[in-house]
């Protein structure tokens, strides 16, 4: 995909011991499909389930990932964390299995499965043998249609996760986070962290996961991809199967659209630390902005290109104030943003903060040069592939791709979109977006001078 997520969310998962075996297994079977080798096929079921297919016949595995629009931006605010506790509890007991059973029939055949939410979705990953095709994709439906929500599995996971927001709370980095969203989405949903607060995951109830999976998990919200051993006639008796038995319509999406908050300065939270940690960032392009391409281009020579970047060479290279500075787009459903981050010792904070400006300044005044664009283009292109380096991938690809709107042909089309992009094109781009005046920053230490 073209962009990636600031924060993982904390571990609402079990131990993982019991499918080691299972992903030893798997490994030896992972695809690598370069992208120009990838076709797409849409695939639509009998009664209008549609999903997307790449196949591969070459070993014996299928992987698949899911997605249901809505993800934690809808969880009431009493109850902020309900989202991520509803997938970690999805595949702890389903149908007639307790958690125990269903676990034990995962590891039996050899099926990976697991669910995550974030601000604006629930996903869902399956990988298995295609031997035990239909047992999987049988142990999916029951995940999605009849999860149990028993008591131990429901309090298990919901010390996981208080666990992780005791952790989250010293982290210098995720307390920087969540203050930015904060700040840059007031009222809004995603000012709210996906991963709660422990008073709000304290009071979320069974009923409130029932409520969850009844209103979110409905075929009209559903995105498929599948790749690997199955034949488009296969797979569309499987989506009746699988997923027939959901809702036809979800509870209503009232998350709106927003622009993030754009006000700029320098918020710092005390913490004894012998570096300061922050994070910075103002708004940017959603996926479906026509400025999206040459906005990708800008942001790889400002800060996403690594050692690449502009950042890192005044930043780290020429006066070693940071071990890591960077910047990326982050485009969520309702909004977008430019995200960064950096970590550098207490008495040189501000010094590290101003090159960063004077940074956006730089290109927002006068764009990049043309060895710049065209090495940006080159690197976004010529990496592309790499990253669709198993079939859990691809599969996660093709559903990013519905979720964005892009077309089954993107990836016929996504090199020309780039190489397309002029240096007008980003020079437009830099002087919309890059004002150091609306760059907020939130740090976490005790910066001298700030």
């Known amino acids: 995909m073209d962009s990636t997520l600031p924060l993982q969310a904390p571990s609402a998962r079990r131990p993982l011991k019991r499918r080691i075996s299972a992903l030893v297994l798997l490994a030896g ?16 079921s009998p009664n209008g389930i549609e999903a997307w297919l790449v196949q591969d016949h070459s070993n014996p595995i299928i992987s698949m990932e899911i997605a249901f629009k809505g993800g934690a931006a809808l969880d009431p605010a009493p109850k902020s964390g309900l989202a991520e506790m509803a997938a970690g509890l999805l595949d702890e007991g389903a149908g007639p299995y307790d958690s125990q059973t269903f676990q034990q029939k995962l590891e039996d055949q050899v099926i990976t499965l697991n669910f995550d939410a974030s601000r604006d979705t629930l996903r869902g990953h399956l990988k298995t043998l295609t031997a035990n095709r239909d047992a999987a994709f049988d142990l999916l439906r029951l995940s999605l249609g009849q999860p149990r929500f028993d008591k131990e599995p429901v309090e298990r996971i919901r010390g996981q996760i208080l666990s992780g927001l005791m952790r989250e709370a010293q982290d210098p980095n995720a307390m920087a986070t969540r203050r930015w969203f904060q700040a840059m989405f007031p009222g809004h949903p995603y000012a709210r962290s996906p ?31 599948v790749v690997g051993d199955i034949t488009p006639a296969e ?12 809702p036809a319509a979800g509870a209503p999406d009232t998350v709106a659209d927003t622009a993030a908050r754009a006000t700029g300065g320098v918020t710092v939270i005390d913490k004894d630390n012998p570096q300061t940690v922050a994070v910075f960032g103002a708004p940017g392009v959603k996926r479906d902005d026509p400025d999206w391409y040459a906005a990708s281009i800008m942001n790889y020579i400002l800060g996403g290109g690594g050692f690449s970047s502009r950042l890192t060479e005044e930043v780290r290279e020429k ?20 995200f960064g981050g950096v ?4 008495g040189r904070f501000a010094e590290s903060i101003g090159l960063i400006r004077a940074e956006f300044q730089r290109m927002r005044d ?3 040069t043309e060895a710049e664009l065209a090495n940006a283009k080159t690197y976004l292109n010529g990496s592309f592939p790499l990253q669709l380096d198993s079939t859990a991938a691809i599969a996660g690809l093709l559903v990013q791709l519905q979720a964005d709107n892009l077309g089954i042909d993107f990836l016929d089309r996504r090199n020309a979109l780039i190489d397309a992009v002029t240096l007008d094109d980003v020079k437009r781009a ?7 005046g609306t760059l907020t920053i939130v740090a976490v230490g005790r910066p001298a001078g700030m």
């Open 319 to 338: 006066r070693g104030l940071a071990y890591s500075v960077y910047s990326y787009l982050l485009p969520q459903r309702h909004s977008g943003l430019i």
């Open 366 to 368: 006068q764009g990049p």
């Open 235 to 246: 797979l569309a008796r499987l989506l009746d199967a699988t997923f027939g038995g959901l």
């Open 195 to 225: 991963h709660g607060v422990p008073e709000t995951v304290k009071t979320i109830q069974v009923g409130d996961l029932r409520a969850f999976a009844r209103g979110q998990l409905a075929r009209d919200r559903l995105m498929i991809g």
């Open 430 to 436: 830099a002087r919309r977006l890059l004002d150091p």
């Open 29 to 44: 079977l992972l695809l690598s499909l370069p992208a120009q080798a990838v076709t797409v096929e849409r695939v639509a």
């Open 343 to 346: 970590a550098t010792e207490n």
